[in-house]
Nanobody
Framework: VQLQASGGGLVKTGGSLRLSCAAS????????MGWFRQAPGKDREFVAA????????DYTDSVKGRSTISSDNAKNTVYLQMNSLKPEDTAVYYC?????????????????????WGRGTQVTVSS
């Protein structure tokens, strides 16, 4: 299983980035996908997640209204479009995969709920 995240970079406050995560080795249509981030000295935190159908998603409050998670089953890829970026969005962003099912309703926010992780991509927002 491989999750390859890309799209990070250095942007100014108010800028935008689109992160991508290409998955291989899993049946992508059976997995919910998530994005987490980890800033220096802080724990890894939930950012967004999307169900295998692409019909349901969820976001942490700090990115709601500024970010959109989407998926393309034909490309086995999940995206995170981030707009109006702020310095506090600076972190390494990780994508993760979990077998979709009823557990979506119980622990989609938890790191422990995900089976596979990518290596991460750095997002730096300058003030």
């Amino acid at each position: 299983v491989q999750l390859q995240a890309s799209g990070g970079g250095l942007v100014k406050t108010g800028g935008s980035l689109r992160l991508s995560c290409a998955a291989s080795g899993i049946s992508f249509r059976s997995y919910a996908m998530g994005w987490f981030r980890q800033a220096p000295g802080k724990d890894r935190e939930f950012v967004a997640a999307i169900r295998s159908t692409g019909l349901a998603s969820d976001y942490t409050d700090s990115v709601k209204g500024r970010s959109t998670i989407s998926s393309d089953n034909a490309k086995n890829t999940v995206y995170l479009q981030m707009n109006s970026l702020k310095p506090e969005d600076t972190a390494v962003y990780y994508c993760a995969a979990r077998t979709d099912g009823f557990s979506w309703y119980t622990n989609r926010y938890s790191r422990s709920g995900y089976d596979y992780w990518g290596r991460g991509t750095q997002v730096t927002v300058s003030s």
